[in-house]
């Protein structure tokens, strides 16, 4: 739809080929519903890191087309925006729906065309160019240039279900291995069942392989029915996934990552002496989540109506070590049905950064999930859409 828009605003004559019976089913889902349009600071050169080893791909597109233009474009549409936590830019009012009918209407005062219920098929190239495309139907569509825009594999009902990738394949473009991101766990321990729909907030996790630990991640985490998620848990889905060939891998959340292990038991001493009489179930049930003090005291196997000042140390310690370090053992990253986003892709090195425009055929772009860049929860990934559809569309005047 951006690369359309832009095209388009530039007096190109635009035909969006559209599997679907209307357009932007994925964006109607994009931050539950609310349409999480950007983040403060996404194109802030500073952080270009939080869009992995690719991230300098995005310089060009987003010093062209940032964060500060995506406003003015949604704002001059009728969209009004406002900045939430952590930099989260959200519409005012109307959430998805108000920014998906607001692009069409755009679109159609535009003249750009449209073509619901064709999927395209195949693409069909001559010489260094891309002649047509043939689609399912066995229609053929001719044109003078061509952009992909149409995501990853995840979420495949919204029909982004990797269709491209074949494409690209046949073409001669190099696509890198593909894995769902930002997604949810699913753990090996039935009895997580128990704490489902319970939200912790700004924890830690330290994620292991083995005894090894990969790495550490902060932020709020929910459990569901078979496991974790919550914005800590999807946003470190993409590397938990790359540890999963490895056997033994776990997530130790930190309930009280301020503190240290010692210092944490230490505290309980203290707490333990100071309310001797106080019985160990109603001490946990203060300390935590009425659920998870229950959860932690069975997998502590001690007695709950035992006083606190008869618990032993090797006790005390048995807890201070369930709280610090509540283990979880990963069984699997939840496939690309209920992914965010698709990690891995076209290889960009085969793009122009200025442009979008592939290096193997001169007149056949490509922008957004498609590409091999993937960013956090927050709005990264949506700027993505918006700057390298941009400046795809940007794009369609120039001689080759």
Not at 181 to 200: D, F, P, Q, R, Y
Not at 212 to 238: H, N
Not at 281 to 303: D, E, V
Request: proline share 3%.
């Amino acid at each position: 739809m951006m690369a359309a828009a832009r095209a388009s605003e530039l007096g190109a004559r635009v035909l969006v080929m559209e599997k679907n019976d209307c357009l932007g089913k994925k964006l109607l889902i994009t931050g539950h519903g609310r349409c999480n349009l950007s983040n403060a600071s996404a194109d802030d050169k500073n952080i270009i890191s939080v869009y992995g080893p690719n991230g300098r791909f995005l310089y060009s597109a987003f010093s062209r087309y940032g964060v500060e233009k995506t406003l003015e474009f949604f704002n001059g549409l009728g969209i009004k925006t406002k900045i939430e936590d952590a930099g989260r830019i959200f519409p005012q009012s109307g959430g998805a729906l108000a920014v998906r009918d607001a692009l069409f209407e755009y679109l159609k005062k535009n003249n750009v065309e449209f073509r619901f219920n064709s999927a395209v098929k195949e693409l069909c190239a001559e010489k260094g160019e891309i002649k047509k495309v043939i689609l399912i139907s066995g229609e053929e569509i001719f044109a003078k240039k061509f952009i992909i825009a149409c995501g990853g594999k995840s979420y495949p009902a919204t029909g982004s279900n990797g269709d491209a990738y074949a494409w690209l394949k046949k073409l001669g473009h190099k696509v890198n291995p593909l894995r769902p991101a930002l997604a949810s766990l699913s753990v090996k321990e039935k009895n997580i069942k128990e704490l489902e729909g319970l939200s912790l907030e700004n924890i830690i996790i330290n994620v292991y392989a083995g005894l090894q630990k990969a790495f550490s991640a902060r932020g709020d985490l929910l459990f569901t029915a078979d496991g974790l998620s919550g914005p800590v848990i999807i946003d470190s889905s993409g590397r938990i996934g790359g540890l999963l060939p490895q056997t033994g891998v776990c997530v130790k959340i930190d309930l009280f990552p301020d503190i240290a292990l010692a210092d944490f038991s230490k505290k309980m001493q203290n707490d333990f002496h100071d309310n001797g009489k106080k019985m160990l179930k109603n001490y946990l049930a203060f300390l935590l989540p009425p659920r998870l003090a229950s959860y932690i005291l069975r997998l502590s196997g001690i007695c709950g109506e035992k006083e606190l000042n008869s618990i032993s140390r090797d006790e005390r310690e048995c807890l201070a070590i369930l709280i610090k370090e509540l283990a979880f053992a990963v069984g699997a990253v939840n496939g690309f049905e209920k992914a965010m986003l698709t990690a891995g892709g076209l290889d960009v090195k085969e793009l122009d950064p200025k442009t979008m425009r592939s290096r193997l055929y001169k007149n056949l772009y490509l922008a957004g999930e498609v590409l091999d860049i993937d960013g956090p929860s927050g709005g990264y990934n949506l700027q993505i859409c918006w700057s390298t559809g941009y400046t795809a569309g940007n794009d369609v005047f120039s001689e080759y």
